[in-house]
Nanobody, 122 residues
Framework: VQLQACGGGLVQTGGSLRLSCVAS????????MGWFRQAPGKDREFVAA????????NYADSVKGRLTISRDNAKNTVYLQMNNLKPEDTAVYYC????????????????WGQGTLVTVSS
């Protein structure tokens, strides 16, 4: 599976962005998918995850109510809708695919995209 993330950019506090991650390969529709982020000088952290069917999701407490993960298996794409963005959301965002169950744990993911930068100005 190869993953290509896009949609990052510069936005003001309170603004919105939608990240997309397009996957190649036949296993996408059976893969749990996750979004992680890494802020400057910090470790990469979990943001959101979604089951292969899209029926189950999980979020980091810091993004609940503001970020929404979804997927379209017909398009091999997972999305991260980001609303009410804050300066602390500034980071490189990575999508990842798990051949097993979706998870908050980075080690559960087998494939990673290259990342897309989100910058939120105050």
């Amino acid at each position: 599976v190869q993953l290509q993330a896009c949609g990052g950019g510069l936005v003001q506090t309170g603004g919105s962005l939608r990240l997309s991650c397009v996957a190649s390969g036949r296993t996408f529709s059976r893969s749990g998918m996750g979004w992680f982020r890494q802020a400057p000088g910090k470790d990469r952290e979990f943001v959101a995850a979604i089951s292969w069917s899209g029926d189950s999701t999980n979020y980091a407490d810091s993004v609940k109510g503001r970020l929404t993960i979804s997927r379209d298996n017909a398009k091999n794409t997972v999305y991260l809708q980001m609303n009410n963005l804050k300066p602390e959301d500034t980071a490189v965002y990575y999508c990842a695919a798990s051949l097993g169950v979706y998870s908050m744990r980075q080690y559960s993911y087998n494939y990673w995209g290259q990342g897309t930068l989100v910058t939120v100005s105050s």
